[in-house]
């Protein structure tokens, strides 16, 4: 019981302990600074945005497609909250409901749009991102915009027990996700789906309404994220989103989603953001080039991807044994 | 075959569309301002990009023909190009070899690719996704310890500027001069327009190439060594996309990071709107170029309106979500006309 525990939460496992050793280390060799109250809050509060963007990447990658355009998404709902907030005053509840549909709205005309062409997501969201990148650049144009009320900022600067509020809003999603998944009957179909797109409509399934739920899921949760930006930042610029397309799949891959499809992992996600986050942390504190992040986790994520492989076939392959002894 | 069928399938054909649609957007924008029209400013690095992004859409293509993709074809080119620099600055290598080591370069991170795509039975376009992601901290990394703030090999080969500024104009045989708007840089994209054309065409190479494409399980079953192909199919990939990175870095006179930042969606565009199947097995060469010209003519065309890059943008991923939706119901209706005549 205990061994098959540890087996299926192998990856969760190693990368939290990765997670502690990796902090413990940076804790040491800054001399405690990294514990101090602001530079903890940073790093917890700069950890919000890779956990919901990753959820945003996973739920597509487990019906075994990808979202191309998460970033330009984002760049377009977080624009479009600060454009209605500061040149249309706005209230602020009703620019970000806005801000977040829109989000939805477009991941649901790319779920509509494979549904349709039945191309791969892929090809969709490059179309789509394209697109997005244009009527970001023409919403922001070349400034920032950060003329909107003070009490957003103030709102994304509190803090619960020393815990920021927006990590809290990120954890919640992710833990609604969980239950979505793990508990109703709808998530469940999106697995299915994404294990076995045949046995899945042979069992009843609709897959097509599964790409549609995910890739409108994906959406609403680039919402969420553009939310948790525009209450962090200082501003909004045409630079929003741009940085996300590769910390988007670094944590799902190495919390180890499986990018063929079928599985979703949350917890491993959270912690797989951490750990990115503790190399962004790392390269500023032996102040290393920016390029050696992207480096770092391009090779993680390449080789994560190559051992998870492995490891699926190794287990295949011992199955197969099993059935030639018997 | 008669006149009258043999007109239709001329006019049906996907090519004949794209190129009728390009001369005509090319007009309507040249009469709608005729600064278009300008050879110096407008058509001749029209054609120059052109001849850079065909051969992308070529590299693209070399893997969509096995039902793959390649989505680190710009990283392959910033890869290529990284080589190509390095050898200008420090190996002090004169034109031809330096870009011949940039080839090289891109064959062998196309062939690696191809190898771990077989060895590890993932996905493609899971393994030339993470390739990117590494490539691109790794080309970055690499410019900014080299050459510090910079971030470019600024040393020009002997030659490179005679590659992006002249066109055939200075050929002459006898009085008759070639045209000043060919660029030399689309020299080397028709060269690898035929021989792409004649491997897919001519070749049991081609052809098997193809048949892993279209149905992989009976490519195996008729003897056809399907991985080595698809090995094959990655290595002709990287090489293409190394020649578009060396050409770039020779049109901007320069070997940076950002060589081959933009070459994904074009990569899909010209072999898409050619009619290039995603799934495989059905490649357009030709169709690439004109596909290509035909996105070039539509955002040269915008510019030239004053029309700025976030218009281009929204066009430039319309034409492609378009040319796919068209490409699908043309499907459908096909197999509903074949349902009703059975």
Not at chain 1, 14 to 30: D, N, P, Q, R
Not at chain 2, 195 to 222: I, M, P
Request: proline share 3%; net charge positive; with cysteine.
């Amino acid at each position: 019981m205990l061994k098959t525990f540890f087996q299926h939460r192998m990856t969760e496992l190693s990368l939290t302990i990765i997670f502690i050793i990796g902090f413990g280390i940076l804790v040491a060799t800054s001399h405690g600074i990294l514990l101090h109250r602001n530079s903890l809050q940073g790093f917890l509060t700069y950890l919000a945005v890779p956990i919901v963007i990753g959820m945003a990447q996973m739920v597509v990658l487990c019906i075994g497609q990808m979202n191309l355009a998460v970033g330009a998404m984002g760049g377009v709902s977080s624009g479009v909250m600060a454009v209605l907030m500061a040149q249309h005053h706005y209230p602020i509840w009703l620019a970000l409901l806005i801000g977040f549909l829109v989000a939805t709205g477009v991941g649901a005309i790319n779920g509509a749009l494979v549904v349709l062409t039945q191309l791969n997501g892929f090809i969709i969201t490059l179309g789509t991102m394209t697109i997005l990148l244009g009527f970001q650049y023409r919403l922001v144009r070349s400034f920032t915009i950060d003329g909107y009320p003070i009490s957003l900022p103030n709102f994304g600067a509190k803090s619960v027990l020393g815990f920021p509020l927006i990590l809290m809003i990120a954890i919640a999603t992710s833990v609604l996700l969980s239950l979505f998944f793990s508990r109703t009957a709808t998530g469940r179909r999106v697995l299915a789906t994404g294990g076995n797109a045949l046995a899945a409509r042979l069992s009843g399934v609709s897959n097509n309404r599964s790409v549609l739920i995910a890739h409108t899921l994906s959406g609403a949760l680039v919402g969420v994220a553009s939310i948790i930006t525009i209450a962090s930042l200082p501003g909004i610029n045409r630079s929003i989103g741009g940085d996300w397309m590769l910390s988007s799949f670094a944590a799902p891959i190495i919390g180890g989603v499986l990018m063929a499809g079928g599985t979703v992992a949350v917890y491993g996600t959270i912690v797989a953001a951490g750990v990115v986050r503790l190399v962004d942390i790392a390269r500023a504190q032996y102040s290393l080039d920016p390029s050696i992040v992207s480096l770092t986790v391009g090779v993680v994520v390449l080789s994560t991807v190559a051992l998870s492989e492995w490891r699926r076939r190794r287990s295949e392959r011992a199955r197969e044994g099993m059935k030639v002894s018997r | 075959m008669s006149v009258a069928s043999k007109a239709k399938r001329v006019i049906s054909d996907q090519r004949v569309i794209l190129l009728a649609l390009t001369v005509v957007l090319f007009l309507f924008f040249g009469f709608k301002n005729s600064a278009f029209f300008n050879t110096d400013f407008v058509l001749y690095p029209l054609l120059r990009d052109g001849a850079v992004l065909t051969v992308i859409g070529l590299a693209q293509l070399c893997a969509l023909s096995i039902g793959h993709l390649n989505l680190a074809v710009g990283r392959m080119a910033a890869v290529a190009a990284l080589a190509a620099g390095s050898a200008y600055q420090y190996l002090h290598f004169s034109l031809i070899p330096g870009v011949i080591v940039g080839l090289l370069a891109g064959s062998i991170l196309g062939a690696v690719t191809g190898l771990i795509i077989v060895k590890s039975q993932v996905n493609a376009f899971i393994v030339t996704l993470a390739m990117d992601f590494a490539l691109l901290g790794f080309v970055t990394f690499i410019y900014v310890s080299f050459t510090g703030a910079t971030a470019a090999f600024i040393t020009k080969p002997k030659g490179m500027d005679y590659w992006r500024n002249t066109s055939l104009h200075q050929y002459c045989i006898a009085k008759l001069c070639g045209p000043s708007v060919f660029p030399m840089m689309l020299i080397p994209s028709i060269i690898a327009l035929a021989l792409v054309g004649f491997l897919f065409a001519r070749t049991k190479l081609g052809r098997e190439l193809l048949a892993t494409g279209s149905n992989l399980r009976a490519a195996k079953l008729s003897g056809i060594p399907v991985d080595r192909r698809v090995i094959i199919a990655h290595t002709f990939s990287g090489l293409l996309a190394a020649l578009a990175g060396v050409m770039l870095a020779f049109t901007n006179g320069s070997f940076t990071a950002a060589i081959g930042s933009q070459f994904m969606l074009p990569s899909f565009l010209g072999p898409v709107l050619g009619g290039t199947l995603l799934v495989g097995g059905s490649v357009a060469v030709l169709g690439t170029f004109i596909g290509t010209m035909l996105t070039l003519v539509i955002r040269q065309g915008l510019s030239v309106q004053g029309i700025g890059l976030e218009t281009l943008n929204i066009a430039l991923g319309l034409v492609l979500l378009t040319a796919l939706s068209l490409g699908q119901i043309q499907k459908m209706l096909v197999s509903l006309r074949m349902r009703g005549r059975g």
